[in-house]
């Protein structure tokens, strides 16, 4: 989703969801299962924040 929005994703989103992403790749390579719930959560939420910004960015560009 961020490779196909790249123009679309306001810097700032981008630094938050980098970093998730790469903690929830990390993870997954172990067994903590607590820790790749805890990554996944984390991601899942800077993904959604990254959605609204694009939709409202989206509904303000005619």
């Known amino acids: 989703m961020l490779r196909e929005n790249d ?6 989103m ?4 980098e970093p ?3 903690e929830v790749r990390k993870t997954l390579e172990g067994t903590d299962v607590d820790a790749i719930r805890s ?6 939420q800077t993904s959604q924040k990254m959605s609204a910004a694009i ?6 560009t005619p």
């Open 55 to 60: 939709y409202a960015k989206e509904r303000r």
């Open 39 to 44: 990554g996944a959560k984390k991601l899942a």
């Open 7 to 12: 123009d679309k994703v306001p810097g700032g």
């Open 14 to 17: 981008k630094t938050d969801v």
């Open 20 to 22: 998730a992403l790469a």
